[in-house]
């Protein structure tokens, strides 16, 4: 089991940035996909990116795409997600997750989650 802690949220007005960083612990997820997940209130947690082990593989949602750029250091176990243009609808709480054998992009595919991290932002 890998341990996750993500940081880096807040309040930002539309159209600005935030940038998230998630650290591991635990063991290393140099070989694992790693992935973001969003969850606003009385919605259901969605996927927002995911990064391959190598990092030569991205995935987006399509909400996200052109705004988001997900990036990780294998050599400091973290991952980051950098969120440019910002909107309000992208308000929620952001969960990094771990993925530990192949699989899709959904919730239910990542074993190891995050607390997560309240990113709220103002019209």
């Known amino acids: 089991q890998v341990q996750l802690v993500e940081s880096g949220g807040g309040l930002v007005q539309a159209g600005g940035s935030l940038r998230l960083s998630c650290a591991a612990s635990g063991r290393t997820v140099n070989s694992v996909t790693m992935g973001w997940f969003r969850q606003a209130p009385g919605k259901e947690r969605e996927f927002v990116a995911a990064i391959t082990w190598s990092g030569s593989r991205l995935y987006y949602a399509g909400s996200v795409k052109g705004r988001f750029t997900v990036s990780r250091d294998n050599a400091k176990n973290t991952v980051c997600l950098q969120m440019n243009s910002l909107k309000p609808d992208d308000t929620a709480v952001y969960y990094c997750?771990?993925?530990?054998?192949?699989?899709?992009?959904?919730?239910?595919?990542?074993?190891?989650w995050g607390q997560g991290t309240q990113v709220t932002v103002s019209s």
């Open positions: 997750a771990a993925r530990d054998s192949a699989g899709g992009l959904g919730p239910a595919d990542f074993s190891s």
